[in-house]
C-alpha cells in the first residue's frame, strides 16, 4: 500500500531510527531525501538557479524565499498592525517593537513611538503617549525610567 512507506517514515520520528548516513561526514538521516538534500553542502550542487538574478540555490525552498526579494510579495503579515513583509525574520524583528512599545520585553528601557504604532495602539491617538516606558523588572535595583 502506498500509506506504509509514508507510516514507516513517521515513525522514525518517533523511533529516533536514522538509517540514511552521510558517506562524508557521518550524519544519519530518517529520510531518503533529506540525506540527498544534506549531501549537497559536501558537493556544493546548487540545481536551483533564480531566473532573475542568476543565483543558484541547493534547496528549492532558499530559492523560493530568495525570489520574494524581486517581487513585491508579502506573504508574512504582522497580526498587531497592517504590515506585511517578505521574510519571517523581518516580521519577528518589527513584532518586537509592538512589544516594547506596549513594554512588555524586558530588555528594553524607553523607546520612541512612531506614528504607526501608536494608530496600531487601541484608543485615541492625540492622547498615545510619545515615549513608552516597560513596567519595572523587580530584579533590577532603581527606577528604570530616564
Do not use: M, W, Y
Not at 559536501?42 to 531566473?51: K, N, Q
Not at 506573504?75 to 519571517?88: I, V, Y
Amino acid at each position: 500500500s502506498v500509506e506504509r512507506p509514508n507510516l514507516i517514515t513517521h515513525q522514525r520520528i518517533h523511533t529516533g531510527e536514522k538509517p540514511f548516513p552521510c558517506t562524508e561526514c557521518g550524519k544519519r538521516f530518517n529520510q531518503r531525501a533529506n540525506l540527498i538534500t544534506h549531501r549537497r553542502i559536501h558537493s556544493g550542487e546548487r540545481p536551483f538557479p533564480c531566473a532573475t538574478c542568476g543565483r543558484r540555490f541547493s534547496q528549492k525552498g532558499n530559492l523560493a524565499a530568495h525570489q520574494r526579494t524581486h517581487s513585491q510579495q508579502r506573504p508574512h503579515a504582522c497580526s498587531c498592525c497592517p504590515k506585511r513583509f517578505k521574510g519571517e525574520s523581518a516580521l519577528r524583528a518589527h513584532q518586537r517593537t509592538h512589544r516594547q512599545v506596549l513594554g512588555t520585553d524586558p530588555l528594553t528601557s524607553t523607546l520612541l513611538a512612531t506614528p504607526a504604532l501608536q494608530q496600531a495602539l487601541p484608543g485615541d491617538p492625540a492622547s498615545a503617549p510619545q515615549r513608552a516606558t516597560p513596567a519595572p523588572r523587580p530584579d533590577l535595583p532603581g527606577d528604570p525610567s530616564p
